[in-house]
């Protein structure tokens, strides 16, 4: 019988040795990619939450959830006329109006509403506009927070 090119034999299968523990086959063959760390029926995160669910700190949670309403993080406000809702779903008063308490890691909030970074209009700061000169970027700095900045030779210099 020829071994399944899958598995390595074992020479120490019967051997009471530290590889013993690792044999998860009656004939002495461990598998090749085995990872004893993980289940081999161990779901991928991204799967492991319902389509209409968000994984959010370990836990799946409803997306419509006023604490993580789209996106983790994203907090309604406390307003009872304020609900998340729509799809994809949002935190808005009646009438489409913006109603966040907290916006998500990498979004800043600006009046009511969450605006994702880099944006022109609203860069690293709410109306901060990027638009002149022409060649003005709103762009991460080295500090890791967002500024117009426009390139000079092989930098990038404020704008």
């Given at each position: 019988?020829?071994?399944?090119?899958?598995y390595?034999?074992?020479a120490g299968?019967?051997?009471?040795?530290?590889?013993?523990?690792?044999i998860?086959?009656d004939?002495?063959e461990v598998?090749i990619?085995?990872?004893?760390d993980?289940?081999?029926?161990?779901?991928?995160?991204a799967?492991?939450?319902?389509?209409d669910?968000?994984?959010?700190?370990?836990?799946?949670?409803?997306e419509v959830?006023?604490?993580n309403?789209?996106a983790c993080?994203?907090?309604?406000t406390?307003?009872p006329?304020?609900?998340?809702?729509?799809?994809?779903?949002?935190?808005?008063?009646?009438g489409?109006?913006a109603?966040?308490d907290?916006?998500?890691?990498?979004?800043?909030?600006?009046?009511?509403?969450c605006v994702?970074?880099?944006?022109?209009?609203?860069c690293g700061?709410?109306?901060?506009?990027c638009d002149?000169?022409?060649?003005?970027?709103?762009?991460?700095?080295d500090?890791?927070?967002f500024?117009?900045?426009?390139?000079?030779g092989?930098?990038?210099?404020?704008?």
């Amino acid at each position: 019988m020829r071994p399944n090119p899958a598995y390595v034999h074992d020479a120490g299968a019967g051997d009471a040795d530290a590889h013993d523990a690792d044999i998860d086959r009656d004939d002495g063959e461990v598998p090749i990619d085995a990872d004893p760390d993980v289940e081999p029926d161990a779901t991928p995160d991204a799967d492991r939450c319902a389509p209409d669910e968000l994984l959010c700190d370990d836990s799946c949670v409803q997306e419509v959830d006023p604490e993580n309403c789209g996106a983790c993080g994203a907090v309604c406000t406390s307003d009872p006329a304020c609900s998340c809702s729509g799809s994809p779903p949002r935190c808005e008063f009646p009438g489409g109006r913006a109603c966040y308490d907290a916006c998500p890691a990498g979004e800043l909030r600006c009046a009511d509403d969450c605006v994702a970074q880099p944006d022109e209009m609203h860069c690293g700061a709410c109306s901060t506009h990027c638009d002149s000169p022409a060649d003005c970027e709103c762009r991460e700095n080295d500090a890791g927070s967002f500024e117009c900045l426009r390139p000079s030779g092989e930098d990038w210099v404020s704008c």
